[in-house]
Each structure stands twice: as structure tokens, then as C-alpha cells.
């Protein structure tokens, strides 16, 4: 079974044990950085998710679709990689992601 796999059942496992009240939050933990006060954040998650009747649950999200990267930046060789990490490049997951209203279309939890 493949890493990915593993955390996507573990987070399913913690959501499920999780109450209903609390905020949870999915970032990718090696290049984000919160720049507000966690009340700040707090306040204006209320705000948006207010009057939901169900778990809270809030996933980060970016421009690019790992494994592949965004096409402003293929073959960029100071990244230090290529086009799509050595996997192929018909990147069929990324092409049928759901549209997005902002240019944050790809969840990224890390």
C-alpha cells in the first residue's frame, strides 16, 4: 500500500473521531506559513463556514498538481526537476480535477 494511501485512512480516521464542533485544517507542512493571528484565522473561518450543520473540515489548496508542475514552470532546471518527477506525462488526475473559482484549484495536504 502506498503512502498516500495510508494518509488519506489516517485522516479519514481522525475526521471520523473527531467532534463535530472542532475546525480541522490539512496544510502542507513544508512550505506554509501563516502570516495571521490564529484568532484572526479563526474569526474569518467562522465567518465562512458559519451555519454549516456538519464537520468543518478545511484542506489547502494551490496552483500546482503534484506530481506535475504547473506549466510555467517545466523544465525549469533550477527547481531541480524535471516536468513531472519522472512520472509520466499524461496527467490525467490533474486534467480532471474539479473547476475552481480562484487559481487554487489542487488540494495539498503534504
Known amino acids: 500500500q502506498d503512502v498516500k494511501s495510508k494518509k488519506n485512512k ?6 471520523r473521531a473527531s467532534d463535530k464542533n472542532d475546525l480541522l485544517l ?7 506559513v501563516f502570516v495571521r493571528s ?13 451555519g454549516l450543520d456538519t464537520m468543518r473540515v478545511v484542506y489547502g489548496a494551490e496552483t500546482n ?24 506525462r499524461d496527467n490525467y488526475v490533474c486534467k480532471n480535477y474539479p473547476p475552481s473559482p480562484t ?4 488540494l495539498n495536504t503534504g
Not at 39 to 48: A, I, N
Not at 103 to 106: D, E, M, Q, T
Open 10 to 15: 489516517i485522516q479519514m480516521k481522525f475526521i
Open 26 to 32: 490539512f496544510v502542507d507542512a513544508y512550505d506554509v
Open 38 to 50: 490564529a484568532e484572526d484565522f479563526l474569526s474569518t473561518m467562522d465567518g465562512v463556514l458559519s
Open 65 to 88: 498538481c503534484w506530481p506535475f508542475l504547473h506549466p510555467h514552470y517545466q523544465n525549469c532546471p533550477e527547481l531541480g526537476m524535471g516536468y513531472s518527477h519522472g512520472r509520466p
Open 103 to 106: 487559481a487554487y484549484r489542487f
